[in-house]
């Protein structure tokens, strides 16, 4: 019985290996809320995802509504914060940025439709106080 040629396996093996590097898309972040995204009509494309920062707001997903409750919570990167927390994250963003897309620095809100309007005010308010003046909400397409 003639033995098989394996001498090409590891290329094939490689190629493969690159093909799922490709295509598969790491997720930075785990969400911990859970969010329904409001619908709009005069929706625009983020222009500059990488200077870019989300802020997530929503009720804790299933598996952690025991340890934290119903109510809406904020998230931001893999953790729950307070309004005023926002703060130093947002300095800390816009440091970790290039001198060149600092002017472009963009907070992005992802908030429940059903997000009760003083959560969306107290970030806002903080958002303020540390300059970052461009914020837009995230929202669905109205079909």
Same mark, same amino acid.
């Given at each position: 019985m003639p033995e098989m040629n394996t001498s090409s396996l @590891?290329?094939?093996i490689f190629t493969i290996l *690159? *093909? *799922?590097m490709m295509v598969t898309s790491m997720r930075e972040v785990t969400l911990m809320v859970k969010f329904d995204k409001p619908t709009g009509t005069q929706l625009e494309k983020l222009a500059r995802k990488s200077s870019t920062s989300f802020i997530y707001? $929503? /009720?804790p997903t299933e598996a952690l509504r025991g340890q934290y409750g119903t $109510?809406? /919570?904020i998230q931001i990167n893999d953790r729950y914060v307070e309004a005023p927390e926002i703060h130093d994250f947002v300095y800390a963003e816009r440091d970790e940025l290039a001198e060149a897309d600092k002017p472009f620095y963009t907070v992005s809100v992802k908030a429940d439709h059903?997000? @009760?309007m003083g959560i969306i005010t107290d970030? !806002?308010?903080v958002m303020r !106080?540390?300059?970052?003046l461009k914020m837009m909400y995230s929202a669905n397409k109205q079909q």
């Open positions: @590891p290329d094939l *690159f *093909f *799922f707001i $929503g /009720r $109510g809406h /919570r059903n997000t @009760p970030v !806002k308010q !106080k540390a300059y970052a």
